[in-house]
């Protein structure tokens, strides 16, 4: 059963950074396409970057495109969201997401930011941007 791992969230001042970092124990994670999605107080949760299994294709949120960036490093088996230039609106509880249709071959190069296309779930971590 793959179990993912979200760190990284915490308080921080407009304009500053943090690096999110999504963790795997057991599994490989480079067999499955990783999302990072987000959601606020009241607002439904949204799908913010993607990741396909291979690295090779990436997708931002609108809002988040110049900011944001997400990785992967498969000798950590862990994959980054990097934020700069974090805004108020930022604030919300950050999940990865694993979806394991890469296990096909046909979807490794492919990633989307639509939650019902994925499988497993992390705990989440808060990032909160305020002065």
């Known amino acids: 059963q793959l179990q993912l791992v979200e760190s990284g969230g915490g308080l921080v001042q407009p304009g500053g950074s943090l690096r999110l970092s999504c963790a795997a124990s057991?599994?490989?994670?480079?067999?499955?396409?990783i999302g990072w999605f987000r959601q606020a107080p009241g607002k439904e949760r949204e799908g913010v970057s993607c990741?396909?299994?291979?690295?090779?294709?990436?997708d931002y949120t609108d809002s988040v495109k110049g900011r944001f960036t997400i990785s992967r490093d498969k000798d950590k088996n862990t994959v980054y969201l990097q934020m700069n230039s974090l805004k108020p609106e930022d604030t919300a509880v950050y999940y990865c997401?694993?979806?394991?249709?890469?296990?096909?071959?046909?979807?490794?190069?492919?990633?989307?930011?639509?939650?019902?296309?994925?499988?497993?779930w992390g705990q989440g971590t808060q990032v909160t941007v305020s002065s």
């Open positions: 997401a694993a979806d394991s249709r890469p296990l096909i071959p046909s979807y490794q190069t492919i990633c989307t930011r639509r939650i019902n296309d994925y499988d497993y």
């Open positions: 990741i396909s299994s291979t690295g090779g294709t990436t």
């Open positions: 057991g599994v490989i994670l480079d067999y499955y396409a």
